[in-house]
């Protein structure tokens, strides 16, 4: 037979999770349906004249040539940092596992950069990198390459994204490296015994069990590069050079608090909540269907 | 809670509302959100204590709340929830959006009339008010903090490259000529610029008497186009983009971000704000290397250059929505503001120029030019000429965002993508949506 909680006062359930909705009403609801509003007016900043314009907000941001560019340039940058931070956290996570002596240490330290907030691992970078100052851009001026992020946009889209990764692997560190831990020993013994070699265990026995942390860590990357990322970008290009790493949700606030043009930002908005809803809906009914629970 | 000390508290509460009460009754307070953070800041709250000061009715509390589109978005956030501040202090490429939103300023020259307040606005530096009054003259908010570009010049460097270091290039061609001698004798590059729209393509466009955009810059209405890829900005830019080869021209970043290439002597020239004479006081002079401050050079060949240029900076809106009586405290301070002592000393704390002429006297009488040469170089320069409609200042809505695009197109020439002319067609192309979209949505 189920288990199962029943209350004996009928309104004890409502009030208990009262709370929550009250959270998710004011904190959610009530601000993605304002956005939604707002995409449909066309008004100045103040508020003193406003015009209900139907759809136009959103013709106009599809027809807008840099909103295109900022697609691309949020599907390079969402990739390459998911990407580059999962594999090098994997990397070290299966380093930092099998070190025996002074593992805690490594550990340790490896999680470190997870406690950098975005924005300071921005201005971080931004100035070990800066052309004029900083002292990394020293060493790869040094050996003839001509750097200055102000104004390739490829350098620029490099530096972010090596930024907003390097301030990601020690989240994904941790998980993967929990996930290593769970995998019994005698799986990874009983291979070892009928001869598999390191690379070999690894592919076929390590890696299937990792796959369900690599998946519940690919979506939350994924949803980090979209959105968190705000900060690095702000810190460091500010979406330039000519809009290079002008992500969407940079392009969302800048349009909104510089711009000024809240309509066009709102429809921005709803856009970007319909690709995240759809991104999710992607990931869970088609790659979790392909992951080893 | 033990009985005693909720009485406490409750004591305490009391008296404190008490002491609230008393002190909202004596006075009234005159919010001023700014955005002058550091020593700026300081400079603005011995303002406000010097107002606090001299009368009894009033106390003005500036509160500083960030960069200027900052203090921009919490002011219009604040007004959307009929919380506005009295006073906010907006940048001038703000101005367009600020008097479109009728409803919610007020304008200066109605408050002053309105409160009996006395008001010449031919006190005001002209091309420094103008830049904030309508086609017709009439002041929309109070000018504050001022600057203009200037040029500025390292004189230790001129000497190492054999020129005279008390002789800055006056013109465009000699620029590039001195810019070779000084990348010769060793140095990392010729000349930089802070800010290149508001520098190289406002002001320049004021400097040379060429108009911005149709209707006079915008001062005449808000259905305008822009008129910057005329042939002398193109050839302008073409110039200084061929001059990057040999380094003679490095393009250093936005806004203030070259600054530290003339401070840190691989630049000899640099064309920058007069806002920047502190710091360049402060990393050079001060520490032994000598700068000189001189005019923005001119193309000899443009009939009617050097004109006057343009300024930069801020002014100080009045909002809507505070109680009728609180807004002739607003008048008195504006008083206080444009009195020649105070704007002096404001003048000489901050670097921006006196915005009044009684001001600039002022600071002349007590010597300041002799003490602090070039100081006065920016409002010689702003005052050169009567302004023309080309020359008066510039009225763009959206501007913040056509400013991004004009940062786009230029940084897509220095980076050799485009020719100045493609860059600068579709700089008008891009910029003529936004003022279109403007004009739309404040008709």
New interface residues.
């Given amino acids: 037979m189920q288990k199962r909680v029943t209350f004996d006062n009928r309104l004890l359930p409502y009030l208990l999770v009262t709370p929550q909705l009250i959270i998710t009403i004011v904190f959610f609801i009530w601000p993605a349906g304002q956005a939604l509003f707002q995409s449909l007016l ?8 406003s ?1 209900f314009v139907w759809f136009e907000n959103f013709v106009r941001v599809i027809e807008d040539e840099s909103y295109l560019n900022s697609f691309r340039v949020t599907a390079i940058f969402s990739i390459s940092v998911t990407v580059l931070s999962l594999a090098i956290a994997l990397v070290l996570a299966v380093m930092a596992d099998r070190i025996v002596r002074g593992g805690t240490t490594y550990r340790t330290l490896l999680i470190w950069p997870y406690a950098v907030a975005p924005a300071v691992a921005g201005a971080l970078w931004g100035f070990l990198f800066n052309p ?2 900083g002292v990394l851009a020293y060493g790869i001026e040094s050996i003839g390459v001509n750097w200055n992020y ?3 946009g490829d350098q620029a889209m490099l530096l972010v994204v090596f930024a907003s990764a390097w301030s990601r692997i020690g989240y994904n560190f941790v998980f993967f490296l929990a996930g290593l831990q769970a995998i019994p020993r005698s799986l990874i013994e009983a291979a070892a015994i009928d001869g598999a070699g390191p690379a070999r265990r690894f592919w076929t026995v390590i890696f299937p069990l990792l796959s369900p942390t690599g998946f519940f860590l690919m979506v939350v990357n994924i949803v980090f590069a979209f959105f968190e990322t705000f900060g690095v970008i702000h810190a460091v290009t ?1 979406g ?4 290079a790493t002008e992500i969407l949700v940079y392009k969302v606030w800048s ?1 909104s ?5 809240l309509g066009g930002s709102a429809a921005q908005s709803v856009i970007l909540m319909a690709i995240v809803v759809g991104l999710t809906v992607v990931q869970f009914r088609y790659i979790e269907r392909r992951v080893h629970y | 809670m033990h009985p005693m000390s909720r009485r406490t508290l409750f004591a305490a509460a009391l008296a404190a509302g008490t002491c609230v009460a008393g002190i909202a009754q004596a006075q009234t307070e005159i919010q001023f959100w700014h955005a002058m953070g550091g020593q700026l800041g300081e400079a603005v709250n011995r303002l406000a204590d010097g107002f606090n000061k001299g009368q009894k009715d009033y106390k003005l509390v500036p509160i500083y709340k960030g960069s200027y ?1 900052e203090t921009l ?1 919490a002011a ?1 956030a604040a ?2 929830a009929k919380q506005a501040p009295h006073l906010v202090q907006v940048f001038e490429v703000g101005t367009a ?1 600020m008097m ?5 300023v007020y304008p200066v020259h109605q408050l002053m009339a309105d409160f009996k307040q006395p008001f010449d606005i031919k006190a005001y530096v002209a091309p420094v008010a103008g830049y904030y009054s309508t086609a017709d003259g009439k002041l929309l908010s109070m000018p504050f903090n001022s600057s203009t570009s200037v040029f500025y010049w390292n004189k230790d460097m001129f000497k190492k490259a054999g020129l005279d270091p008390e002789k800055p290039p006056k013109t465009w061609p000699e620029v590039g000529e001195y810019g070779k001698k000084l990348v010769a004798s060793g140095a990392k590059c010729g000349f930089t610029t802070q800010w290149q729209t508001w520098i190289q393509i406002e002001n320049f466009g004021a400097w040379h008497n060429i108009p911005f955009a149709t209707k006079q810059n915008g001062f005449a209405g808000t259905d305008i186009q822009l008129l910057i890829n005329d042939p002398v900005r193109v050839k302008h830019i073409e110039t200084l983009a061929s001059w990057q080869k040999g380094n003679v021209f490095v ?4 806004e203030g ?1 070259s600054t ?2 003339f401070t ?1 002597g ?1 630049c000899g020239m640099f064309m920058g704000s007069a806002g920047t004479a502190g710091t360049i006081e402060a990393s050079m002079i001060s520490k032994g290397v000598p700068v000189g401050t001189g005019f923005l050079p001119y193309w000899p060949d443009v009939k009617g250059a050097p004109q006057n240029s343009i300024i930069g900076g801020a002014t100080i809106w009045v909002m809507q929505g505070r109680p009728k009586a609180d807004y002739k405290g607003v008048g008195q301070f504006f008083g206080y503001l444009s009195d020649p002592a105070v704007q002096a000393q404001w003048h000489m704390e901050t670097g921006y120029v006196p915005i009044t002429y009684a001001a600039y006297e002022v600071a002349k009488s007590r010597g300041f030019y002799q003490a602090k040469p070039g100081r006065d170089v920016a409002i010689k320069q702003l005052t050169l000429n009567e302004p023309t409609p080309n020359s008066k200042g510039l009225r763009i809505g ?1 501007f ?2 056509i400013r ?1 695009v004009m ?2 197109e230029l ?2 020439v ?2 050799g993508k485009k020719t100045a002319k493609q860059a600068l067609d579709s700089a008008v192309e891009r910029g003529n949506k936004l003022l279109a ?1 403007f004009a ?4």
């Avoid at chain 1, 066309?42 to 004249?49: K, V, Y």
């Fill in positions: 066309r008004e100045d900043a103040f508020g003193t004249s015009e004029r100052i102000f104004l390739n500010q330039g050079p000519s809009k349009d608090f510089r711009g000024l043009d | 589109t978005t219009i007004f959307r959006n479109a939103a009728k409803g919610a393009y250093g970043g936005r971000k530290p290439m840190s691989d959206n913040v965002q991004d940062d786009e940084e897509a220095w980076a979209d739309r949505a404040n008709k």
